[in-house]
């Protein structure tokens, strides 16, 4: 059996991590690694990495992660 390794870029795990705020799973003051039970533990590894290479620690906000939010109604 083989496992394809999905490649998380920064883009890619702040949408996730909006898509969960968004949707009032995660809060935005939760540290980022909270994000860790929403995603697979074999791929977990891949998302640390391309976080610390992006200079986010696991303890900070997923609100530092995702930045601002854009309304469309402003």
Partial sequence: MTYTTVQYSLD???????????????????????LCQYIPAREWACVEGELEECDFLLRDRIGDLIGNEKWDND
Avoid: M
Wanted: proline fraction near 4%; charge should be neutral.
């Fill in 12 to 34: 890619i795990i702040r949408d996730e991590a909006a898509e969960l705020v968004y949707k009032g799973v995660l809060s935005r003051q939760q540290p980022i690694y909270t």
